[in-house]
T-cell receptor, first 114, second 108 residues
Framework: DTAVSQTPKYLVTQMGNDKSIKCEQN?????MYWYKQDSKKFLKIMFS???????INETVPNRFSPKSPDKAHLNLHINSLELGDSAVYFC?????????????FGDGTRLSIL | GQQVMQIPQYQHVQEGEDFTTYCNSS?????IQWYKQRPGGHPVFLIQ?????EVKKQKRLTFQFGEAKKNSSLHITATQTTDVGTYFC????????FGTGTRLKVLA
């Protein structure tokens, strides 16, 4: 059983389109995250939710909107996609918030903007 | 804000050689975690260190947390091709600040 699953695995789309990435975890964790990893492998946190509530919102364009319908799901919607949005987006979860909990990552969604 | 720098950025070693990556912070860290990301894969949690001067071992991997809790190291003894990947350190009190990563290539 996959602990943290993301869909789709690959996303190729045109500039200006709107797209969504979905994430689900079956670990019973309270906290979920979205990270962006660029071509240089830098891993940056974008958002974090704890039990459906937004607790971390980094400096991210408001074209990015996360949504957590329940604590097992965290989706990411991106409006008006730009070339610079091309990256790998990772979903992760941890038992609770804070930087002292091991995180479990999904396989990533590779987003390519044409 | 808190920053975590890792050196080196890249390292190529011959199989069987040792490898070390260092993680440095300008501020005192509450803890340090290490993750490994295989090429094309996702980060996988390896270990967490909390105490000043703490040393932990996992088979050929040795993790150390500095006395001042501002730096950490990961040492791999006698690298194997399976060690290939990017190693990240991370720390944070309320959110995770990931280091810049060290990409390790092991030449057979």
């Amino acid at each position: 059983d996959t602990a943290v699953s993301q869909t789709p695995k690959y996303l190729v789309t045109q500039m200006g389109n709107d797209k969504s990435i979905k994430c689900e975890q079956n670990l019973g964790h309270d906290t979920m995250y979205w990270y962006k990893q660029d071509s240089k492998k830098f891993l940056k946190i974008m958002f974090s939710y704890n039990n459906k509530e937004l607790i971390i919102n980094e400096t991210v364009p408001n074209r990015f909107s996360p949504k957590s319908p329940d604590k097992a799901h965290l989706n990411l919607h991106i409006n008006s996609l730009e070339l610079g949005d091309s990256a790998v987006y990772f979903c992760a979860s941890s038992p609770s918030p804070g930087g002292n909990q091991p995180q479990h990552f999904g396989d990533g969604t590779r987003l390519s903007i044409l | 804000g808190q920053q975590v720098m890792q050196i080196p950025q890249y390292q190529h070693v011959q199989e069987g050689e040792d490898f070390t990556t260092y993680c440095n912070s300008s501020t005192t860290l509450s803890n340090i975690q290490w993750y490994k990301q295989r090429p094309g894969g996702h980060p996988v949690f390896l270990i967490q260190l909390v105490k000043s001067g703490e040393v932990k071992k996992q088979k050929r991997l040795t993790f150390q947390f500095g006395e001042a809790k501002k730096n950490s190291s990961l040492h791999i003894t006698a690298t194997q091709t399976t060690d290939v990947g990017t190693y990240f350190c991370t720390s944070g009190t309320y959110k995770y600040i990931f280091g810049t990563g060290t990409r390790l290539k092991v030449l057979a």
